[in-house]
């Protein structure tokens, strides 16, 4: 079966300082592999995207970047945070292709305070 | 723009009494809409799909091209049925959800 991790859980970071959050899913090749964000009365917001290695597609300009090295690995990166990154990082994994459902599986989140 | 929009950031109903959560879209062609729910401690989860027409734990929802929306309805509501709860739209492989509507049934 499928699963998908991330980690960290749960992260506390000054402002200025780098961040990387991992996400891999096994069970399954050439998955769509996604970056949201949730944050309180906005909702889910799409981040990164990416349909295979090394191909990302950035749906909001932000202070982050994503890169997936590995064709189950997605990673979430920043140099410098901004008090604005803090939130809730989902990573998400969907079929890919043409046999995308629209059906997305999540991972349990990584919590993000910047301080 | 696609978009999706959930006009209501909380519903509190009481148990038994009927559910309506609102979603509306823009969207000029035949969208592909989606209900996602999360339950506290859970991971966020599919619910249902349009093109299922299926009854998932009570719930149904419709397309309805005339008004652009995508409601979703359950006749008598349960405790457990509080959650968030997520509308979304398949746009290419992106799927875009709306802001969430937070159900909370009270006894």
């Known amino acids: 079966s499928q699963t998908i991790h991330q980690w960290p859980a749960t992260l506390v970071q000054p402002v200025g300082s780098p961040l990387s959050l991992e996400c891999t899913v096994e069970g399954t090749s050439n998955p769509n592999l996604y970056w949201y964000r949730q944050a309180a009365g906005r909702g889910l917001q799409l981040l990164f995207y990416s349909v295979g290695i090394g191909q990302i597609s950035s749906e909001v300009p932000q202070n982050l970047s994503a890169s997936r090295p590995q064709d189950r690995q997605f990673i979430l990166s920043s140099k410098k945070l901004l008090l604005s990154d803090s939130g809730f990082y989902l990573c998400?994994?969907?079929?890919?292709?043409?046999?995308?459902?629209?059906?997305?599986?999540f991972g349990e989140g990584s919590r993000l305070t910047v301080l | 723009a696609q978009r999706v929009t959930q006009p209501e950031k909380l519903l509190s109903v009481f148990k038994g009494a009927p559910v309506e959560l609102k979603c509306n879209y823009s969207y000029s062609g035949s969208p592909e809409l989606f209900w996602y729910v999360q339950y506290s401690r859970q991971r966020l989860q599919l619910l249902l799909r349009?093109?299922s027409r299926e009854s998932i734990k009570g719930f149904t929802a419709d397309l309805n091209k005339g008004e652009t929306s995508f409601h979703l309805k359950k006749p008598f509501a349960q405790e457990e049925d509080s959650a968030m709860y997520y509308c979304a739209f398949l746009y290419g492989n992106k799927l875009v959800f709306g802001a969430g509507t937070i159900l909370r049934v009270k006894s």
């Open positions: 998400a994994w969907s079929v890919g292709g043409n046999r995308n459902t629209g059906e997305l599986f």
């Open positions: 349009h093109i």
